[in-house]
């Protein structure tokens, strides 16, 4: 598992990834210009077309590793049941964090509401995320899952929910009802604090 603040482990990821020798011009730019992976992992195409020697074929497939490189190295649940929705904050918070971006997650929960896994279903710009119920119910059919729980951040650190936040709540709840999937809660994390939907009567 990548530990993510490891110079090491990147230099590592991106010499194999993009099969260049280890000390390369290309691999020393990137991490000068982006030295941690959490300045790495919110990189564009275009600043990664600024560096010699990265055309956009390389730059996608550096943008491909460290999607899965995020979902491989997530680390796993320290809560194992969702009680509350301060169970979902204290779980994802430390992930959310230092995003720069707004990032839409999903807990699959079984019947007795463990978790079953996690999942990131899209990262959005920095004040807009968009989330189709789509997404969020294949994965959740995929895991056979009873019920999922929604998250995401606002990089503001206001949590209040957007108009945006609660017509995608309503949608997800439609979905799930039809599917048989039902959405306990949608869960907005700011900066040192949350909003449930539920909790505001949305859900």
Do not use: W
């Not at 194999?16 to 290309?26: A, F, Q, T, V």
């Not at 606002?154 to 039902?182: F, K, W």
Request: with cysteine.
């Amino acid at each position: 598992m990548m530990r993510k603040n490891s110079h090491d482990d990147l230099k590592s990821l991106l010499t194999n990834s993009l099969r260049e020798k280890p000390g390369s011009y290309i691999v020393e730019e990137i991490l000068h210009r982006f030295p941690t992976f959490a300045d790495l992992v919110d990189v564009t195409e275009q600043e990664l077309l600024t560096i010699e020697g990265v055309g956009k074929a390389r730059a996608r497939q550096i943008i491909a590793t460290l999607k899965l490189s995020r979902i491989i190295s997530a680390p796993l649940p320290s809560i194992n049941t969702i009680r509350s929705p301060e169970d979902v904050y204290k779980l994802l918070e430390p992930e959310f964090r230092h995003l720069k971006q707004e990032q839409f997650v999903c807990l699959f929960l079984n019947t007795k509401n463990g978790v079953i896994a996690k999942e990131v279903i899209s990262v959005g710009s920095l004040n807009a995320c968009i989330v189709h119920p789509r997404e969020v119910f294949r994965s959740a059919i995929k895991r056979s899952c009873a019920s999922i729980i929604c998250a995401h951040n606002h990089p503001s650190g206001n949590p209040d929910p957007s108009p945006e936040d609660i017509a995608i709540t309503q949608r997800l709840i439609e979905s799930g009802t039809i599917i048989g999937i039902e959405l306990l809660d949608h869960v907005v994390i700011g900066s040192g604090t949350y909003v449930s939907l539920k909790e505001r009567g949305f859900i």
